[in-house]
């Protein structure tokens, strides 16, 4: 059992709330705009706080009886719904930010294998402004691969790239799910996308 | 060009007002931070204190720093005694009284910068693995630089600039507490003394633009084809 | 109400000249409006033009440069007062010294500063040097000077502790309880101290040479007396 | 609890500080707007003269002011000539050299926020049939509003903490030109007059503490819930 | 002839250009990530110069032979690839700021309308901050068609909305296309979305 997450958390006037377990492999959660998946990602992510509740990865808590592990603690790679990527920073050195920081024995992934299925090489030495939209989805979607995170969160990761990159970047994901068994939490509306990736589905309604 | 008492003057101003400015920005920005994170008790109290400075005429600010750093005031007898330093009549006093007078310039331009900063960047830091203070000094700070540099700029301009606390604490003093305020007040006091002003008051007319050339050269180094603004 | 003349006094003279106004306005005129700053500053205002009726000045060379200037009514300058130079130290202090020829200033001092005004450009630090030099002692003293912006600073510094021993005005250290008169200047060791008053040519205000003559007159002067300063 | 005459020299200096910032508001914000946004030869001069009452003592303001608009002086010859107005005595001057203290704090301010708006959002607005003026007002000064509070603040602050540019210009007449800082000096004059000079300070606190409320009231107001930061 | 395009334009180190002419109805822009299609809808809206070109919708030359018309006179409703929203104003207000400004002759939409398709009408009073990414983008949809426009660019409208919501707003796509007979340019990854939508297909490679 690689998730077991339920929590509950008012946002405005309506709460959002979810509460399942899943398996090891890739957890789609699938529902309509404004149903709070990118709430709940924040929340697995540490950026939001529940107001109730337990997430647990693996057999690891990172929030509930009392514990509250702060973001950097819970060696995740969160790919944002928006790029969110360092404006005062270029390419190559959003991509090392995290890098950088984790342990040389937990990266299992380097630089260049992300470059290079990303297509980004062209691309390190550039500012992040003035990157194209599917240019900055794929600079975060490196930056939180190479991390070197135990657990992966990806809000529609590859909405604004054409099909080619897409099978690209799928056939990654699939490598990381299958081989490296790490658990995935992954907001998509592509029901293609969803099929193919997803060894669990969990539904959200608005 | 310029006499040897004029270079001990400029020389002085620059020690007077780099020290205070240097000394000040951690402070300042701290202050800023406080004041632009952070909710607390008394946050308005200490709003109104920092631009206190601002608001008093700088001889009463002057007095108020000899009334506690002279040597019968509180702070004055507790820095004598424990560490044998006085600040009167010393440029290391000019120094306290331009700094202070330039704090709250300081402050608010941080402080404006730190709010201008999109808080979801330090967020997106944490999760890659940065700790609070990291994510602080790799995203935050440079984030606030423009801040930071206008900060640098008004506060070297003021400390240039400063006076009236400054005579009134630590008086006037060659080649102590004489910085070019001081010397443009003793020439402007002698009849027919506006020769001498004029030159005195051009030259720290030069020294301010030097700062901000180089301050407007670090912005453009700093922000080489990059904007804040991403996607 | 009617508008009263113009006046433009040194700042030392707030406390007597605001009570010899009021004494002035009892008498049924219009309460003279006076400016209080330091006299450079008065007299700069007046060399650029600013329409005045009466000067009160520290000192006479910035009477002496209005005057160059033209813009004094002729025949209207006289002096008003005079002051006495006094040594001073913080009201604690059992400072025995005389200032006399040659008096051991520099020894009393040790390691502290003699707060002065500025001796290069304010009236009262002006005296205070032409006194010490005549004394003989300025040169044993001079690094020890700390030069204020104007007496009431000189003075500050002394009640604050800051400097032991301090040159102001008789009136100023009369006037306050945290320091303590050591000693009086001969009065033949400086430059007699005045305070000229001048009307200006472009005064129109009908009460401006009343006013003046007032100051003047033995009760006038009385009130000037009160307040420590001497006949000129 | 004030007495008439305590009462007419805060409303002076409210009256003197306030006309002097709301005035320069609307150049300084030109200013600013020019600085942070436009590059012409002359820029970096323009930016220097900004900020020279910073560097300048405050009195060598005053005495430049005294030059040019006293009534010997080319402005002021031409301002009396033409319009019959003098600024010599009058609280006019004093809002003047307010205004000119207050000025490079006020531009500095409103320059940084300027700087830090998302100019991407003016280009939405001009796609949705908005004039370039017409995004100036709906947007860009929307945006830069936490700059104009600050130099609504800072300018305020400045100004009723004149002292060394308006004594020297337009002297210290009761009722005309003798705000709070002038009042201060006055007592300051007077031996043992520290209590006056106490209780006038504390005044002049209680101003600026109102008008630092008063702005933080505006920000709230202007912020309830919303962000700079969207997607 | 609605479209009759033809734009060069330097954009650092690579060439972005495009050269087409197009009839009535929905143009698509096909292409990788990177090849230029949001630069050239900006050069279309009059936010990006061209180097050297022409630009003519219908009968209207908006740049070229010495004309460059700015973005208001365009009478172009964008929408973004990013949201773009109005910090400062609720989401009314961002829906009704171009509206107010076309001449009430002109429009052919009501706020009613456009809110009710969008499916916002609870955002109404909410600020963009807190919108979630589909709530911003449908709230982006709404405010450009409300604007009035003659012609419509799309830039990956329909990203990151659930299939549902992705249907209503195609239909109005359509109708809009087929009624009003606007030419829309239209930016997309989604092969079924073009496939549905577009009278005629124009390609880019990067
Ligand atoms: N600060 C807030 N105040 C009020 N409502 C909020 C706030 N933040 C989020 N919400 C609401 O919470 C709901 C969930 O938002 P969330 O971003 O999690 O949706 P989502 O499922 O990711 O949607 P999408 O697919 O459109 O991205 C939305 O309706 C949003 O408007
Ligand atoms: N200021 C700039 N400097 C250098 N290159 C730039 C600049 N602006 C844009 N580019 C490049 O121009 C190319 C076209 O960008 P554009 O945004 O038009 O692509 P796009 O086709 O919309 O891509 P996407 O589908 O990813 O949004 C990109 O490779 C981008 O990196
Ligand atoms: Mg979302
Ligand atoms: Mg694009």
């Known amino acids: 059992m690689s998730f077991d997450i339920d929590v509950e958390r008012r946002l405005g006037d309506r709460s959002i709330g979810v509460r399942f377990t899943a398996g090891a492999g890739l957890t789609a959660l699938f529902g309509p705009s404004g149903a709070g998946k990118t709430s709940i990602l924040n929340m697995v992510a540490g950026l939001l706080k529940p107001d109730r509740g337990h997430i647990r990865i693996g057999d690891r808590t990172l929030f509930g009886d009392g514990i509250d592990l702060p973001p950097e603690a819970r060696r995740i790679g969160y790919v944002f719904q928006d790029g969110r990527l360092f404006p005062h920073r270029r390419v190559r050195a959003n991509l090392l930010y995290g890098h950088h920081l984790a342990d040389p024995a937990d990266r299992w992934m380097a630089l260049d294998e992300a470059v290079d299925f990303l297509g980004i090489g062209h691309l390190l030495d550039r500012w992040p402004h003035g990157l194209s939209g599917g240019e900055a989805q794929r600079v975060a979607i490196g930056r939180a691969l190479l991390r070197a995170p135990q657990c992966l969160l990806m809000d529609e990761p590859l909405s604004s790239l054409d099909a080619a990159r897409r099978e690209d970047i799928m056939t990654v994901i699939e490598r990381i799910r299958d081989t490296l068994k790490l658990p995935i939490l992954y907001v998509s509306h592509d029901r293609a996308e969803v099929d193919r990736l997803a060894t669990q589905l969990i539904a959200l309604d608005g | 060009m310029l006499s040897s008492e004029e270079w001990g003057i400029v020389a002085l101003s620059l020690k007077v007002g780099g020290v205070a400015v240097l000394a000040t920005l951690p402070i300042a920005f701290a202050l800023a931070w406080l004041l632009a994170r952070k909710r607390f008790p008394g946050r308005m109290l200490l709003d109104g204190l920092v631009h206190l400075p601002l608001v008093v005429p700088p001889v009463v600010t002057g007095w108020l720093l000899l009334v506690a750093f002279g040597p019968f005031g509180p702070v004055g007898r507790w820095l004598e005694s424990w560490f044998g330093v006085s600040l009167m009549f010393r440029w290391t006093g000019a120094a306290l009284a331009a700094a202070i007078m330039a704090l709250p310039l300081m402050v608010r331009a941080m402080r404006l910068s730190i709010e201008a900063i999109d808080r979801r960047l330090e967020g997106a830091a944490r999760t890659l693995g940065a700790s609070a203070w990291h994510s602080f000094w790799t995203i935050s700070l440079p984030l606030a630089l423009p801040g930071v540099l206008a900060a640098l700029v008004l506060g070297f301009a003021r400390s240039i600039g400063e006076f009236g606390a400054t005579i009134t604490f630590v008086s006037n003093i060659p080649g102590e507490t004489r910085t070019l305020p001081l010397a443009i007040y003793s020439a402007l006091q002698v009849p027919g003394g506006e020769a001498m002003v004029t030159r005195l008051a051009l030259l720290s007319v030069a020294l301010s633009l030097a700062a901000l050339v180089a301050s407007e050269w670090l912005v453009r180094r700093g922000h080489r084809g990059q904007d804040r603004h991403v996607l | ?232």
Chains 1, 5 share one sequence.
Do not use: C
């Open chain 3, 1 to 232: 109400a009617e508008r009263g003349p113009l006046v433009m006094a040194a700042a030392s003279l707030q406390e007597s000249l605001t009570e010899a106004a009021d004494v002035w306005a009892a008498k049924g005129h219009a309460r003279p409006i006076i400016s209080f700053a330091a006299s450079s500053a008065l007299a700069r205002q007046l060399l650029a033009g600013a329409p005045a009726d009466l000067f009160l000045s520290a000192d006479e060379p910035w009477m002496d440069a209005v005057a160059k200037a033209g813009l004094l009514r002729a025949n209207s300058r006289t002096t008003l007062l005079g002051n006495r130079l006094v040594l001073i130290a913080p009201v604690g202090s059992t400072m025995k010294l005389t200032p006399a020829r040659g008096f051991p200033l520099a020894r009393a001092l040790g390691s502290g500063r003699l707060a002065l005004a500025d001796p290069d450009a304010v009236p009262a630090g002006k005296y205070a040097k032409a006194a010490l030099t005549a004394l003989g002692v300025w040169t044993s003293v001079a690094s020890k000077v700390a030069p204020a912006e104007n007496v009431r600073a000189a003075m500050a510094l002394v009640e604050r502790g800051a400097a032991p021993l301090g040159i102001v005005y008789a009136t100023d250290a009369r006037a306050s309880r945290s320091v303590r008169v050591v000693g009086t200047f001969p009065a033949s060791s400086h430059p007699p101290i005045r305070y000229p008053v001048a009307l200006l040519k472009a005064s129109r205000h009908k009460d401006a040479a009343g006013f003046r003559a007032f100051l003047l007159s033995k009760q006038g002067r009385a009130i000037f007396a009160r307040h420590g300063f001497s006949a000129p």
